[in-house]
Nanobody, 125 residues
Framework: VQLVESGGGSVQAGSSLRLSCAVS????????MGWFRQAPGKEREFVAY????????YYGDPVKGRFSITRDNAKNTVYLQMNSLKFEDTAVYYC???????????????????WGQGTQVTVSS
């Protein structure tokens, strides 16, 4: 299973970006999909996850109300729309896929089985 993120870049505070994560191999609709981020010198942080059919999504407190996770099961792709970006959103963003058995702890990185290589998001203030 391969996960490939794209869409990162350098933007000014207040701007928007949309990250994409294309998944190949395996069965995309079986995966819970999540986004995490890691800033230099900090631990990996949960950003968001979305259920298999996309009917529910959950967010970390720092991004609630600004970020939105969606998925297109026909394209095997998950997205992260990031609005009102802040300097503290600067990090490498990773997408991750979690396969069965399903847990209730999808905010934890160790629940996921596959990870992408990451895409850098830099927000200047």
């Amino acid at each position: 299973v391969q996960l490939v993120e794209s869409g990162g870049g350098s933007v000014q505070a207040g701007s928007s970006l949309r990250l994409s994560c294309a998944v190949s191999g395996g069965s995309f609709t079986n995966y819970i999909m999540g986004w995490f981020r890691q800033a230099p010198g900090k631990e990996r942080e949960f950003v968001a996850y979305i259920t298999r059919v996309g009917d529910n999504a959950y967010y970390g407190d720092p991004v609630k109300g600004r970020f939105s996770i969606t998925r297109d099961n026909a394209k095997n792709t998950v997205y992260l729309q990031m609005n009102s970006l802040k300097f503290e959103d600067t990090a490498v963003y990773y997408c991750a896929a979690g396969r069965p058995p399903y847990s209730n702890n999808w905010y934890r990185g160790d629940e996921y089985d596959y990870w992408g290589q990451g895409t850098q998001v830099t927000v200047s203030s």
